[in-house]
């Protein structure tokens, strides 16, 4: 696994600025109480057309988006952004 201290010890969400080798490692991590649902971390995205749009690279995200993502679609494009009230479909397809 691969893991890193937050940039300041105590600042932001429990797990924020961890970084992990896959989608699946993180929301394990989160089972386990490591990260938290918010906190802000970098992971790899796998092989799966879900990730393509990051072509193999790190990339910023949530445990919760992760999820989220999850029970969409494989072949829906990864969504990385906030789902409010305001902006409840982000950038579903229609």
């Keep these: 696994m691969i893991f ?15 970084y992990f080798a896959s989608p699946n490692q993180a929301i394990t991590m989160y089972d386990f109480g490591g990260v938290s649902f918010r906190a802000k971390i970098k992971v790899l995205g796998t092989d799966s057309p879900k990730y393509k749009k990051f072509e193999g690279k790190l990339f910023e995200t949530t445990v919760g988006r992760l999820l989220f993502n999850s029970v969409l679609p494989s072949d829906f494009d990864y969504i990385n952004e906030e789902i409010t009230q305001k902006k409840p479909h982000g950038d579903l397809p229609h």
Excluded: I, N, Q
């Design 4 to 18: 890193s201290r937050g940039v300041l010890a105590g600042d932001g969400e429990p797990g924020e600025g961890k």
